[in-house]
Antibody, heavy 117, light 111 residues
Framework: QVQLVQSGAEVKEPGASVKVSCKASGYTFTSYAMHWVRQAPGQRLEWMGWIHAGNGNIKYSQKFQGRVTVTRDTSASTAYMELSSLRSEDTAVYYC??????????WGQGTLVIVSS | QTVVTQEPSFSVSPGGTVTLTCGLSSGSISTNYYPSWYQQTPGQPPRTLIYNTNIRSSGVPDRFSGSILGNKAALTITGAQADDESDYYCVLYMGSGPDWVFGGGTKLTVL
């Protein structure tokens, strides 16, 4: 079954970091990029960045440049997104997603990150 | 920087037809942008409706259709139902590596 399964919810204090994982199955992990998208409560989807799982190329949204790091472990078919210097405004559901011109989009189930003291 | 534009909100009557659009801040959308459309209801991840302009994802009712209308990508819902009330996002392929750009989404109300 083609799917993306994300790690569970996290609660973090302001200033901390969070690392979310996204395990791919059912397709060749290294053939696609993995995107990270977040959605704050009541807000729109917001693209954060992507990593090509094959060649490791990376692109970040300017908004998150310097605070976000995306990595991948090809042996585990897993992508990671780490966000640092968390603040309350980072409270959101974080999604991983794969986009393909010929297959459309594939989304993880989302990971809720709550930033609170 | 490329901005993908969508109507912030739209309303349709039950049984009616609505067309949501997706445009570019500069330039026209063609099939080369492989427009895709996603439906999102509260608390759920986005669901793929349409990809590659007009291909319906598996299980998507045929009342949803995609097209290019003029210089924009379009999502048409024919015979709208109450459970079509959702947010709809378009995503465009920008033609360079895995660069995909999101629109701001349209909140569709069925009433």
């Amino acid at each position: 079954q083609v799917q993306l399964v994300q790690s569970g919810a996290e609660v973090k204090e302001p200033g901390a970091s969070v690392k979310v994982s996204c395990k791919a199955s059912g397709y060749t992990f290294t053939s696609y990029a993995m995107h990270w998208v977040r959605q704050a409560p009541g807000q729109r989807l917001e693209w954060m960045g992507w990593i090509h799982a094959g060649n490791g190329n990376i692109k970040y949204s300017q908004k998150f440049q310097g605070r976000v790091t995306v990595t991948r472990d090809t042996s585990a078919s897993t992508a990671y997104m780490e966000l640092s210097s968390l603040r309350s405004e980072d409270t959101a559901v974080y999604y991983c997603a794969r986009f393909s011109r010929s297959l459309g989009g594939l989304w993880g189930q989302g990971t809720l990150v709550i930033v609170s003291s | 920087q490329t901005v993908v534009t969508q109507e912030p909100s739209f309303s349709v009557s039950p049984g009616g037809t609505v067309t949501l659009t997706c445009g570019l801040s500069s330039g026209s959308i063609s099939t080369n942008y492989y427009p895709s459309w996603y439906q999102q209801t509260p608390g759920q991840p986005p669901r793929t409706l349409i990809y590659n302009t007009n291909i319906r994802s598996s299980g998507v009712p045929d009342r949803f259709s995609g097209s290019i209308l003029g210089n924009k990508a379009a999502l048409t819902i024919t015979g709208a139902q109450a459970d079509d009330e959702s947010d709809y996002y378009c995503v465009l392929y920008m033609g360079s590596g895995p660069d995909w750009v999101f629109g701001g989404g349209t909140k569709l109300t069925v009433l």
